[in-house]
């Protein structure tokens, strides 16, 4: 006698696991990390994947977890999935179900122990300030305005360029850090002024806990002038934490993308995918003496 179609179980659907290119606007977000009180990138996304694959918990992993109003163009996450979407169709059915300030530009299969984290040779971050005179409204969200005074960029560049290498990076790490040392290597960086734009790009093995946002609060200190090459030099060679006490603002940050040794995604959905921000005139400030009632450096950085 056969068995009714009741009592047969239903087909093991084979786990497989699934790397995301993943992009978000960080505004509205506490960053990636999920936490109990604010919204985080890594809780909407857990909820877009169980409405997809409901019958297995879902665990994501990111390449790097952003701070709030941190932005990301190119952060990469790997999830296990059993349900019966292919690979490449993931990143179709998840922009479905995610909010417009996330999307994902690319998902690929991946090997079983393949790690979106522990298997990233760099991460590189883009900062961009505006050092115009006058407020831009379309580059308020993705920007730091630094109105005050004209900044040096060639001796910030100079500045930036004695980091590459490995070092202990104490001096530029927040307050709250599970890591049990501060050494990483920086591998590349680079700072380059079109008009009024400024772009720092900084690639290395790792970053610290707040470590660009509190380098970047130091750079402008520099380029302003208000803080020499030799003291910027010996804060961070010397790990004197407690002199950087300022950080600059989120809303400037990128994670730019994450890099491994062998290609997951396409060149067009992984690589450089912040546009460069371009402007036809510059209106540069002319002097070092802040404005009245002018807004403090940057945002002060926890203890």
């Known amino acids: 006698m056969g068995k009714s179609p009741d009592s047969q179980s239903s087909p093991v ?20 990390q999920r936490q109990d009180n604010a919204p985080s990138v890594q809780e909407r996304l857990d909820q877009a994947i169980a409405e997809l694959d409901p019958h297995r918990p879902v665990h994501t992993v990111a390449a790097g977890r952003t701070d709030t109003g941190v932005h990301a163009a190119a952060q990469v996450v790997h999830f296990d999935a059993a349900g019966p979407i292919p690979p490449q169709r993931w990143a179709k059915a998840l922009n479905g179900r995610l909010p417009s300030t996330i999307r994902v530009r690319a998902a690929a299969a991946v090997a079983p122990d393949w790690h979106a984290c522990y298997g990233a040779s760099y991460r590189r971050y883009r900062y961009t300030l505006y050092n115009s005179r006058t407020p831009n409204l379309f580059l308020a969200p993705w920007s730091w305005h630094r109105y005050n005074c004209l900044l040096d960029d060639q001796t910030m560049a100079t500045a930036l360029g004695e980091l590459v290498g490995e070092h202990d990076f104490s001096a530029f790490q927040k307050a709250g850090s599970r890591r049990s040392h501060a050494r990483t290597t920086v591998q590349e960086v680079s700072l380059v002024r079109q008009g009024d734009l400024i772009t720092t790009e900084i690639q290395a093995s790792g970053f610290l806990y707040g470590m660009v946002r509190l380098l970047m609060g130091q750079l402008v200190s520099v380029g302003e002038g208000r803080l020499g090459l030799d003291a910027f030099r010996e804060r961070w060679q010397q790990q004197r934490r407690q002199e950087v006490k300022e950080a600059a603002p989120p809303q400037g940050l990128c994670l730019l993308r994450v890099g491994y040794p062998q290609a997951i995604f396409p060149e067009a959905a992984w690589y450089d995918c912040q546009p460069r921000y371009q402007l036809d005139f510059a209106d540069p400030p002319t002097s070092c003496e802040p404005p009245e009632g002018s807004p403090p450096l940057a945002s002060r950085a926890p203890d």
């Open 13 to 32: 659907q084979a786990v497989q696991r699934i790397a995301l290119c993943l992009q978000y606007d960080g505004s509205a977000f506490c960053g990636w």
